[in-house]
């Protein structure tokens, strides 16, 4: 153990950079979206304040079910997306292996939705366990076409799981360029939406019916943890898709431009879906990854196979 | 397999008032579904009673915050046919007007909440933008946003200043503009109508099994409309049709109910063209109405509403009933929410555009053996008074 681990994992570009940035494109997203709907929008500390203030608040805890998990489980997820943006992160700006690949980040994205499951079961609440329901069955439509999309990159590389080693085989072109990196990349965008629960994918969380589903009962610090979880993910999964298909980021000169313009690309495609879908069922959602979805992703990986 | 209970309510996001749906689920798909009122009552009906004929208009108009201008109408209705007033011409063209532009606004309303309730919150602003206009125009009428205050025995409160005709017939061209605009959006969209169609069928069977009005009736093919069947104010002076959909599905209950907005201001425009021309006093002055019964019925944004005052020379009515059009619309849920998926059901709650407060004139009790039984809370609350008399005495 030495301080550089720490600095990784808990300052750059870890838990601190993370978060904060994090909070910084929730912001961003809160606005364009109320920009989109004719609303004024959130002050830009709207987030920060939302999250001390609900570290500050009580915790209330539900007396049915499993109380050691339901406390648990949002720092658990918290966890695993810190690991996850110090594996990402450590590749892209300082072009280090972390002591993780593709395989390990696999895993620990999937432990984080079997978190909100297990989170959301754990209160004994019917509309939670709904939620949570829905989360797994989401997590089954969005999953293969996931790890099919993460295939490409991996093959087009050279068969290589190691990070670095994917951005280093993108020098003299990025993936998205070719035919199968673009039906990969779109269909990456998609799962992203899936595994953040965005619309049109919100079906766990979906307010309407379910009344925040798996988050329903919780207050307080765990509540804070899920929110800041949820604008966590606004750095990891934008920063592994431009890592995986965008060629990483660059910091000579006005190529700082170029990286932080593909960042906010990725975040503008989301935002964009996000407000110009209804929700969709979660039989359509099956549907629509299971049908279409993964054979397309099939496709490319089989193209990827051929070079192109 | 296991049957768990959904609850949606007393207090609940899909339901912008208290009621309670409790849903029996089979995994996702909803297998019973029963309703339990008492959440709202307000005693509308008894507070009527006690109230002079013009105030008890203010009071019925406040029955609803969104038909607050049919409630009235239906009253007025109900009034003036117990002694067979005539009203001025104006007058009804100024009633028809007000009527058809709070259709607009509740239409609108409804598309977005239903855009909210299917996660469209993007669908939900712009509608509830362009609504906005129509609020303006009500505030140039009558001066109020939401309650207008505009109906009395024998005519109208207010005129329409002639000056302000013009600017209203902008307004009206500017609404008509987006409206097509966010319609043609709604019906371009391949994920909005993959989630809405064929959902939450009900039949024209069912629709006149469980005599259903308005828009609910007209989607599933049922061509009934009062405005139409038994014409009042300035219907019959006016060139409209009525819109009717075969399918009775959740898409069709939005179709009608969009195509019904452009007829409204079909009918707005014609109402303010001829007020341009129509001359003339706004109110008859009625002195008194004698003993009698009468019924006023208007076609509010929901379906029928029903008035029916019972008078006896006084200057306050004895009686008066009132049965709103989502009192017949809410229970057809038990035939269209069967067997769908849950997310199908709360949309097909919803797409019926109930109102609650409208509705609640009776609780359901349980008794010792735990079996619901009716009772009438006017009679319940008039016992209640009776026994306070008792011992205050």
Redesign the interface.
Known sequence: MNLELFFYLLIFPGFLFTAILGLTVGWVDRKVSARFQYRVGPPFFQNFNDFFKLLGKETIIVKDGVRSMFVVAPFISFAMLVLVSAIVGTSLFFNISFGGDLIVIMYLLMIFSVMVVLGGSASGNVYSSLGAGREIKLLLADELAFILVLLVPIIKSGYQLDLGNILAAQADGMFVSSASGIIAFIIGLLCIQAKMTLPPFHIPEAETELVEGPFMEYSGPPLGFWKLNHFMMYVVFPFLLVLLFWGGFNFNGIEILWSVLKYLLIVVLMIIIKNTNPRIRIDTALNFFWKYATPLTLIAVVLAVFGY | MDK????VGPY???LEEAEYFTLQ?D??TVVDIDLEIGWMHRGHEFISESKTFTQSLYLVERICGICSTSHPLAAVHAMEDVDNIEIPLRARYIRTLVGELERIHSHLLWLGLA????????????AW?YREPVLQMFEIISGNRNHYGMMRVGGVAKDVDPDKIKSLLDIMDEIEKKIQMIAKAAND?P??K??LKGVGVLTKKDAVDFCAVGPTARASGVSVDVRKDEPTDAYDLVDFKIIVTENGDVFDKTVVRLLETFESIKICKQCLEKLKTVNGGIRNNVKEISAGEGIGRYEAPRGEVFHYVRTDGTNRPVRHKVRAPSYVNIPTFKASCKGI????A?ITLAAVDPCYCCTERSIKIRDKNNEPYQLDLMKLSREKTEQIRRQMK
């Not at chain 2, 768990?4 to 609850?7: A, F, G, Q, S």
């Not at chain 2, 855009?115 to 712009?126: E, K, P, Q, V």
């Not at chain 2, 998926?341 to 199908?344: H, K």
Request: hydrophobic letters at 45%; aromatic letters at 12%.
């Open positions: 768990n209970v959904i609850p609940h996001p899909l689920v995994g996702e855009g909210h309730f299917i996660g469209y919150d993007t669908l939900w602003m712009w933008k969209d994920v909005l993959s989630r998926p849950v997310a199908d709360l």
